[in-house]
C-alpha cells in the first residue's frame, strides 16, 4: 500500500518534469525578442480598454454552489457502492435514501430557477 | 521464463537483477524501480499521442473529403515531428499584463493532471502504473486538476477573451463532472471496487452491454471534459479567440494543445477500461503482450467515435449545453445508479446474484426502461418550453421617426416668443 503511494509521489514528479522539458528546450532554441508592441495584451489590435479581472455572470457562482454540493455528496457514495456485497438491504435503502435527498435538492434548485442561463 | 511470454516482467526481473547485484539498500531498490515504472507509464500516452494527432486530423480530413497530411514521411506520418520543431522554434510571447507565475505553471499542470491518470491504466493482466485500490477516485480527483489549469491559464493572460473562455470552461466542466463521476459509480458498484484493474478483472461481460446507459452518459460527459464539438465552447474561435489560451505561444501553446490531444485519449483509455472490457480478450492470460494491443483498438475505437462526431455535429448554445447536463444527464445518473442499486439488492436478496443471465437481463431492462422515460420526460419539457416561446410578442425590427415632433417644437417656440 505504501508503495502504491510512493509510486503516485515518483509520478507527479516526473509527470510535471515531463512538460517542462519541452518548454525549456524552447527557451534555449527559440528567438526572444520582446518590445511593447508585442507584448501588448492580444484583444482586437488596439489598446485594451478598462479592467480585466472584474465582477462576472453571478449565475456561474450558482452553478459552481450546485456542483459543490453533488461533488462532496459523491464522495460519500463511493465507500457505499464499494462495500455492497457486506450491506444488508437497508443498508441499501438508507443510501438509496441519501441519494434521493440529493435528486430533491437538485429538484429545489431546478424550481428556484437556479439552473436557468438567462 | 522467457522474453516473449512477458517482456515486461522479464526485463523488470533483469533490472532487479542488476539493482540486487550492486549491493543497494532495499529502499533505494523500491525507489529506482518506482522511477523506472513511473517513467515508462508516463511517456506511454506522450509517445502515443504524436502518431494520434497525425491520426486524427488524418481521419478529420478524410469526413471532409480531402486528403489531410501526406508530404512529410510516407501518409504524412511523420506531420507532428515537424509540428514539433516548428513549435519550439517559436517565440515564446509572455503579455506584460500577465499574471506571471499561474501563467507559467497553466500549461505545465494541464499536462501533469492528464499524465497522472495513467499511474492507474492496466496495460494487461498484471502491467499496470500502480494497482491503486481507490483507483477510479483517484482518475476523478487528477482529472480536475485540469480544470484548475485552464481558470489560471485565463485568468493569469489578463485578457478579456481569455477570461470569458476560463469562465465557460470551467461552468461545463464541473457541470459535467457530475454525471459524469456518478457514470463511473455504477462499474465501481458492479465490481465491488475501485480498484481500475478489479474492475477490468470483473468484468466478464462487458459493462457496455450490462449498462449501456451508463456508457452513453459517460461517452457524453467526457466528451464534455475535453471540450470537444459540440462542446467546445470554450475555445470558439468565431466568438472568444482561442479561449483560453488566446495569449500563449510558442511551446506553452504546443503544451496546451497536446494537453488536449491527451486529455482525449486518456478518457478513451479509462472509458475502455471501465466499460469496454480493458486488456481482455482471447488467449491474454497466456501472452500478457496481447493485452495492450486489445486496450488500445478498444480505445481506438472510442476515440473513433469522438473524431466522427467532431466532425459531424455543430457547436451548441452555452445554455443548452447547462441544460443538458443540470436537465437531463444529471437526473438521469442519479435515478441509473439508483435503480441499477435496487436491482442489485433485490437479485442479491432473492439469492439470484449468480445467475448471470437473469442478472443481466435485468440489468438490461432497467436500463432500457429509465432511458426511455428520461427521453420521454425531456421531449415533454421540450415541448412546454417551446409553448411558452411562442406567447412573445412579435417586435418590428425598426421604428420608423416620428415626423410631428419637430413640428410641434417650433410651434410652442413661436408661442413662448
Known amino acids: ?118 | 521464463m522467457s522474453f516473449f511470454e512477458d517482456p515486461i516482467k522479464f526485463l523488470a526481473g533483469l533490472l532487479q537483477d542488476l539493482l540486487v547485484s550492486l549491493n543497494l539498500h532495499p529502499i533505494a531498490i523500491t525507489v529506482i524501480n518506482n522511477i523506472v515504472g513511473a517513467l515508462i507509464v508516463s511517456s506511454v500516452g506522450l509517445v502515443i499521442v504524436i502518431f494520434l494527432i497525425w491520426l486524427e486530423r488524418k481521419l478529420a480530413a478524410r469526413f471532409q473529403d480531402r486528403f489531410g497530411p501526406n508530404r512529410a514521411g510516407p501518409f504524412g506520418i511523420l506531420q507532428s515531428f515537424g509540428d514539433l520543431s516548428k513549435l519550439v522554434l517559436k517565440e515564446d510571447v509572455v503579455p506584460d499584463a500577465a499574471d506571471k507565475i499561474p501563467y507559467n505553471i497553466a500549461p505545465i499542470l494541464s499536462i501533469a493532471a492528464v499524465v497522472l491518470v495513467w499511474a492507474v491504466v492496466p496495460f494487461s493482466v498484471e502491467w499496470i502504473g500502480t494497482d491503486l485500490n481507490v483507483g477510479v477516485l483517484y482518475i476523478a480527483a487528477v482529472g480536475s486538476f485540469g480544470i484548475l489549469s485552464v481558470l489560471m491559464a485565463g485568468w493569469a493572460s489578463n485578457n478579456k477573451y481569455a477570461l470569458l473562455g476560463a469562465f465557460r470552461a470551467v461552468a461545463q466542466l464541473i457541470s459535467y463532472e457530475v454525471p459524469l463521476i456518478f457514470a463511473l459509480l455504477i462499474p465501481v458498484l458492479l465490481a465491488r471496487s475501485m480498484g481500475v484493474n478489479q474492475i477490468v478483472g470483473a468484468q466478464d461481460i462487458w459493462y457496455i452491454f450490462v449498462v449501456p446507459v451508463a456508457f452513453g452518459i459517460f461517452f457524453i460527459a467526457s466528451l464534455a471534459e475535453i471540450g470537444r464539438t459540440p462542446f467546445d465552447l470554450l475555445e470558439a474561435e468565431s466568438e472568444i479567440v482561442a479561449g483560453y489560451h488566446t495569449e500563449y505561444s510558442g511551446m506553452k501553446f504546443g503544451m496546451f494543445m497536446a494537453g488536449e490531444f491527451l486529455h482525449s485519449l486518456t478518457l478513451a483509455v479509462v472509458t475502455a477500461a471501465l466499460f469496454l472490457g480493458g486488456w481482455r480478450g482471447p488467449y491474454v492470460e497466456q501472452l500478457p503482450l496481447l493485452g495492450p494491443l486489445y486496450l488500445f483498438l478498444k480505445a481506438g475505437f472510442v476515440y473513433f467515435l469522438i473524431v466522427w462526431i467532431r466532425s459531424s455535429l455543430p457547436r451548441i448554445r452555452i445554455d443548452h449545453m447547462l441544460d443538458i447536463t443540470w436537465k437531463f444527464l444529471t437526473p438521469l445518473s442519479v435515478v441509473l445508479l439508483m435503480a441499477i442499486a435496487l436491482t442489485d439488492a433485490l437479485l442479491k436478496e432473492f439469492g439470484q446474484i449468480n445467475n448471470t443471465a437473469l442478472y443481466v437481463g435485468a440489468m438490461i431492462a432497467v436500463n432500457v426502461v429509465i432511458a426511455l422515460l428520461a427521453l420521454f420526460a425531456a421531449s415533454r419539457l421540450n415541448s412546454r418550453q417551446r409553448r411558452q416561446i411562442k406567447t412573445f410578442e412579435p417586435r418590428p425590427l425598426a421604428v420608423p421617426p416620428k415626423p410631428a415632433a419637430p413640428a410641434a417644437a417650433s410651434t410652442s417656440e413661436e408661442a413662448s416668443a
Open chain 1, 1 to 118: 500500500m505504501q508503495d502504491n503511494w510512493l509510486f503516485i509521489g515518483i509520478a507527479v514528479v516526473i509527470a510535471a518534469m515531463l512538460p517542462m522539458l519541452p518548454i525549456a528546450a524552447a527557451r534555449i532554441l527559440s528567438p526572444h525578442r520582446p518590445n511593447r508592441l508585442k507584448n501588448e495584451t492580444y484583444e482586437c489590435g488596439m489598446e485594451t480598454v478598462g479592467d480585466t479581472w472584474v465582477q462576472f455572470k453571478v449565475q456561474y457562482y450558482v452553478y459552481a454552489l450546485v456542483f459543490l454540493i453533488f461533488d462532496v455528496e459523491m464522495i460519500f457514495l463511493f465507500p457505499w457502492a464499494v462495500a455492497y456485497d457486506n450491506l444488508p438491504l437497508l443498508g441499501v435503502i438508507a443510501g438509496l435514501v441519501f441519494i434521493f435527498l440529493l435528486l430533491d435538492g437538485l429538484a429545489y434548485a431546478w424550481r428556484k430557477g437556479a439552473l436557468e442561463w438567462s
